[in-house]
């Protein structure tokens, strides 16, 4: 049974889909302004985990991740730039592709930008302006905090009258009620526009995923994501909204991840304290990127440094390593030793209670290194038998595979094909300086290290590992 922590409980739940074995799940994107940092990278990562786990464990899983491609700060880098605020969507909504592909990140089963709901963003604030729970000032349209405020809190676990006016809110006298928020907002001259009842504007941020959440997976859906900076006042208001329209909740398991931190403050784009995914991948393999977002609880905070990155290198080249010693074994033992498949078993089960756990990735990582552990002493003993080589191979593949990490840097390739390919180089290696033709075994070396295989020669023969 998966367990998930509901924010909106405060507490671990059984995770009671609406449609029996089906999931349905809405993480909030980002405003495509910007390339993307590694703070919205930590998300992406871990609920393409969670997906993933969800998938293994049999489930099917529709999966809905949005483009903010109108917004405030599009526009405001258009007037600072002066390109077109369509095209500044565009560019960043390519650049944001492009790392989640390069992190391994699986494409969403549907990727809606918000101005392509349009349409169907003015009928929602339609509703609720017919419904009573809305009003307009001046082409601007308000949700009235004084009739949702029942509803209010549910993620912030606080009342309203105890929030600080003004605190995250954009404050207008305008407004009945100084917490109220923009449904709609009049667009003003030279503004992207779109026609409506109380004349041409856009929609606001949070009325956006509330139309695709309910268009693409109904209500309630089953989880909703993102990190814990949504909690209030973005996810508030999504649930405030679709409770008002609907009549119920938007989501029945509200998740979120801890913020990714420098010097004890989150990173973002706001605050100019962020460092870009491409940033980070100039300097690092992407799976190495990818190891450290989950070599922890998705839940924790997590401190963004070149050591912890450094350190996640380190580890990850551990595993690397191993799929390929996996890959390069030759020679087995004619008997299975006994325990060792109890052992090998003993780590998968591990890692799918630590997976149904709230999706303790850190744990099930840990799982993973003690199979690398128990495989190496196997191998370093002799006592891997070929039974035991291929069920150690599909169970560290199947987990590595629900981690969404890539070994030995070759997609779709092998792991024995890749070490077949590396030792015959360093066989035409050993020939040419057999035959004193040291340019080209020298070239050899370099092509390789240049490959990220780093070797050593020794009296007992040259041993070699990939690094990334």
Not at 108 to 133: C, E, N, R, S, Y
Not at 360 to 366: H, K, S
Request: some cysteine; proline content about 3%; overall charge negative.
């Amino acid at each position: 049974m998966i367990v998930v922590h509901n924010t909106a409980s405060g507490a671990k739940e059984p995770l009671e889909t609406v449609e029996p074995g089906h999931v349905r799940m809405y993480v909030c994107g980002v405003t495509v302004y910007n390339d993307s940092h590694v703070g919205h990278a930590r998300s992406f990562v871990a609920f393409d985990v969670i997906r993933r786990w969800l998938l293994h464990r049999g489930y099917r899983v529709s999966y809905v991740f949005n483009y903010t491609d109108v917004d405030d700060k599009i526009i405001n880098r258009a007037n600072e730039t002066g390109e077109p605020w369509d095209s500044i969507a565009r560019r960043f909504i390519a650049s944001l592709d492009d790392d989640m592909r390069r992190l391994n990140v699986t494409p969403a089963t549907v990727a809606p930008k918000a101005t392509d709901l349009i349409p169907d963003m003015v009928a929602f604030v339609k509703d609720l302006v017919d419904k009573g729970h809305a009003y307009v000032v001046d082409g601007d349209v308000y949700y009235d905090m004084e009739r949702g405020k029942q509803w209010f809190g549910v993620l912030k676990h606080q009342r309203i009258e105890d929030m600080q006016a003004g605190a995250r809110v954009e404050v207008d006298e305008r407004k009945r009620n100084s917490y109220d928020f923009v449904l709609w907002k009049s667009s003003k001259p030279g503004e992207p526009r779109w026609d409506s009842p109380w004349g041409p504007g856009r929609p606001g941020w949070h009325i956006e995923c509330s139309t695709m959440a309910s268009k693409y997976l109904g209500v309630p859906i089953d989880i909703h994501g993102g990190g814990t900076d949504l909690i209030f006042p973005h996810h508030e208001s999504e649930n405030l909204q679709t409770w008002a329209r609907e009549g119920r909740p938007l989501a029945r398991y509200w998740v979120h991840n801890g913020m990714l931190n420098i010097k004890a403050e989150k990173m973002s784009k706001s605050l100019g304290n962020f460092t870009t995914i491409k940033e980070v991948l100039t300097h690092y393999d992407p799976m190495v990127l990818r190891f450290y977002l989950l070599n922890v609880h998705y839940r924790t905070e997590l401190e963004f440094s070149g050591e912890g990155l450094d350190g996640a290198k380190e580890a990850y080249n551990r595993l690397s390593s191993f799929r390929v010693a996996l890959g390069r074994a030759r020679e087995f033992a004619a008997e299975d030793v006994e325990g060792l498949e109890e052992q090998i078993e003993a780590n998968r089960l591990g890692f799918g209670k630590a997976m149904d756990d709230d999706f303790n990735t850190r744990q099930a990582v840990a799982h993973v290194f003690e199979l690398v552990r128990i495989g190496n002493q196997a191998m370093a003993s002799k006592v891997l038998s070929k039974r035991h080589h291929r069920i150690l191979s599909e169970i560290f593949d199947e987990l590595v595979g629900v981690l969404g990490l890539k070994m030995a840097g070759v997609e779709g390739v092998d792991a024995a094909l890749v070490a077949g390919l590396v030792e015959l180089l360093l066989e035409l290696r050993d020939e040419a300086r057999t035959a004193k033709d040291y340019k080209a075994s020298d070239a050899i070396r370099a092509r390789l290290r240049e490959l990220g295989v780093v070797f050593e020669d020794s009296a007992d023969g040259t041993t070699w590992r990939i690094e990334r």
